[in-house]
């Protein structure tokens, strides 16, 4: 049994102000650190919301290690990141848009103006220095075959005005974008010669691959000889996860697949120092985005792979070899935080960090003595700072203060963790946030927040959307069950949602939810469900099935209706098989688990939320929603936003978003 982690804040000062939308974006946010190679420094990308200009500026940051001395290292242009060191840790190389186009740079840590490196049409997306240092891999969008519109201007028409876009399959759009004759591909550069190669030539795929995938994605070998590289070539790549890593040898520039036959998704290849070896992270099922993501080992020599976390049953991220002997990864570890573990190739593994169950740790980087490690802690009142750890000691060190000062001028929120008793016997870890000052001896409103993903934890984490800190501020109690689905507490847990959306599920949250609004110090006239994407469905879902216990609702991109969202998505194997196939095959699920078949049920106020530009979730899903309430009379309201995705990306959308969230509880007395 977890104890309780009521973790109270002391630093409150005289004068402390409450948390609202505008001051949550004035927190620097850390992301993208690496450690010299020499453990002396490391370099980090800070970005700063401007709400005035609706955007974002981000530059690198210069720590010192040992002195914890921090000072902003880059000043030109809007965006600067993607850090990379040189091998004598004296020069950093990282992208910047200085020169209007993002191009890869150089500048050394002493000082000095920064020297362009790259000059390509449309700039650079990413890049890796190669360890001999001779080359440069990059990826850059290369035009293959003609658009419509170049076809038709260049034939006897001559429509030279037109907009259209034609296709013979699937898939036509991605995420947030169409997809057109452009594709990401690998380039290397000799940076003595300026020449250039692209290793996917005239090939129609992406790697990184398209929407999420970064530089972690390819990665040299020791020797500089070869490159291994992330890519899914295959002709039904809207319905397949068949991801592979691909082999490039340098000299004879040669291609072969060394994952052939492993049917899920191969990625993130790293070849060990001795160059024996290449890791990488599997999913062992076919078309299964959310299956445990598994480090496999690539012996180069005879060919073989071999799964060495299969005495885990939790999925990893981030790993980086440590030794030849030994690689470094992060896992959620079951009680809503992710851990940072040690794995020996044998597949022994032991957990290195501890005494964070309060909170989340984010990104890893390594120094060349494999005993310095960096990573993020952040948790819902604190935004992430950069820590670094001696293995052997199990020293911890905390290097940046960047929001200390700051948030020590905020009312702070509480919060614990509880495992609560599912109806079936079963656990549920679900994370409390109660409000600055809490006491309970008065009655609060509450939200109950419902994991999107569908397969994500809920982990402790600071971020700009979905603050729980501002609604706390707000003064909301805020329940958040890792229900069935959520990843950290075994595979089988996560693979429970699978065709059981409505069921256990939304039981599991139901049953959260009923423990703490017994509490005496819940208003159970005042109680909301929210959430996003699957969180979103199950703000629907909850709508036609516990309309007695909620007072309102909050849909952010949900899924409305099973079948028109399998019809207008894009990647079809997520449907595939979380809903055991499309509409016409397994129409049972279809008619049991969408929220559109039990609108009739639909009584209180919601609000729904939605990105014209999200293709994951369309927002087609919900107009549909939001017609079906008012044609019903249930009093509804709509935030749409024309040039958002998926998710809220600029300053003062964000500050909107917030401010329609809280104005909407407000209106229908939920506060």
């Given amino acids: 049994m977890l104890k309780l982690l009521i973790v109270l804040f002391t630093f409150y000062t005289l004068n402390a102000e409450v948390l609202d939308s505008k001051k949550l974006l004035e927190f620097k946010k850390i992301s993208d650190f690496h450690i010299s190679p020499n453990g002396l420094n490391s370099v980090t990308v800070v970005s700063k919301s401007n709400i005035e200009d609706n955007n974002s500026k981000s530059h690198l940051y210069l720590i010192n290690n040992k002195t914890k001395e921090i000072k902003q290292f880059t000043s030109s242009g809007s965006h600067n990141g993607s850090a990379v060191w040189d091998s004598k840790s004296e020069n950093i190389y990282f992208i910047s848009d200085r020169s209007d186009e993002s191009q890869v740079w150089k500048i050394n840590i002493n ?10 049409k449309d700039g650079v997306s990413s890049f890796k220095l190669s360890p001999d240092e001779k080359y440069l891999s990059f990826t850059r969008e290369v035009e293959i075959g003609k658009t419509i519109e170049q076809e038709y201007n260049d034939n006897e028409f001559k429509l030279d005005k037109i907009d259209a876009k034609v296709y013979d399959d699937l898939m036509l759009r991605h995420w947030d974008h169409y997809e057109d004759n452009k594709w990401s591909h690998i380039y290397i550069m000799d940076l003595k010669s300026g020449d250039t190669t692209d290793i996917m030539v005239n090939e129609e795929f992406d790697s990184p691959m398209s929407p999420f995938g970064g530089r972690e994605q390819y990665n040299w070998s020791a020797d500089s000889k070869s490159i291994a590289y ?15 890593i691909y082999l490039y040898d340098i000299a004879s520039k040669k291609t072969k697949n060394i994952t052939e036959g492993l049917v899920g998704y191969e990625m993130d290849p790293i070849f060990s120092p001795d160059g024996k070896y290449i890791a990488f992270h599997s999913m062992e099922r076919a078309s299964y985005e959310a299956d445990k993501t598994r480090i496999m080992l690539y012996d ?3 060919k073989k792979i071999k799964e060495i976390t299969d005495k885990l049953d939790q999925p990893v991220s981030k790993t980086i070899w440590k030794s030849n002997n030994e690689l470094v990864f992060m896992a959620p570890d079951g009680k809503g935080t992710n851990q940072i573990y040690v794995i020996e190739l044998n597949g022994i593994y032991r957990l290195i960090t501890s005494g964070v169950e309060d909170n989340g740790l984010r990104g890893l980087s390594l120094a060349d003595d494999g005993n310095t490690l960096i990573y993020s802690k952040e948790n819902y009142s604190t935004a992430p700072e950069i820590y670094s750890l001696n293995i052997k000691a199990k020293l911890e060190t905390k290097l940046t203060s960047l929001n200390d000062e700051f948030a020590a001028t905020l009312d702070k929120c509480t919060y614990e963790a509880k495992w609560i008793d599912a109806s079936d016997g079963k656990k549920i870890h679900t994370w409390i ?3 600055p000052n809490f006491d309970k001896n008065k009655k609060y409103p509450m939200l109950v927040y419902c994991q999107g993903g569908p397969q994500q934890q809920i982990s402790q984490y600071f971020s700009y959307g979905w603050s729980m800190w501002l609604f706390a501020s707000k003064g909301y109690i805020v ?4 229900r069935r689905g959520c990843p950290g507490f075994g595979q089988d847990w996560t693979d429970a949602i699978n065709q059981d959306w409505g069921g256990m599920p939304a039981d599991d949250i139901m049953q959260a939810a009923k423990e703490i609004a017994s509490k005496s110090y819940v208003d159970n006239s005042k109680i909301a469900a929210v959430g996003a994407s699957a969180g979103g469905y199950m703000a629907f879902w909850l709508a036609g099935q516990q309309s007695e216990f909620f007072n309102a609702f909050v849909s952010h991109c949900g899924v409305f209706n099973l079948y028109s969202m399998y019809g ?8 595939n098989f979380d809903y055991g196939g499309a509409y016409w095959e397994n129409e049972e699920f279809y008619k049991k688990n969408s929220p559109h078949n039990f609108v009739r049920n639909w009584k209180k106020p919601i609000l729904i939320i939605t990105g014209e530009k999200d ?9 549909e ?4 309430a008012r044609a019903q009379g249930v009093p509804a309201r709509i935030l749409v936003y024309p040039n958002e995705n998926h998710w809220v990306l600029h300053p003062q959308e964000q500050v909107l978003w917030y401010e329609e969230f809280f104005r909407f509880l407000k209106d229908y007395n939920i506060k």
């Fill in 111 to 120: 000082g000095g103006e920064a020297t362009q490196i790259t000059k390509f």
């Fill in 300 to 302: 180069i020599a005879t």
């Fill in 433 to 435: 946030t109660y409000p």
């Fill in 615 to 623: 293709y994951r979730v369309p927002y087609t899903q919900s107009l």
């Fill in 479 to 482: 329940v958040a069950p890792n």
């Fill in 625 to 628: 929603a939001f017609t079906a």
């Fill in 230 to 244: 992330t890519c899914k070539k295959v002709e039904n790549y809207a319905q397949s996860t068949n991801s592979d």
């Fill in 568 to 575: 207008s998505t894009e990647e079809l194997f997520f449907p």
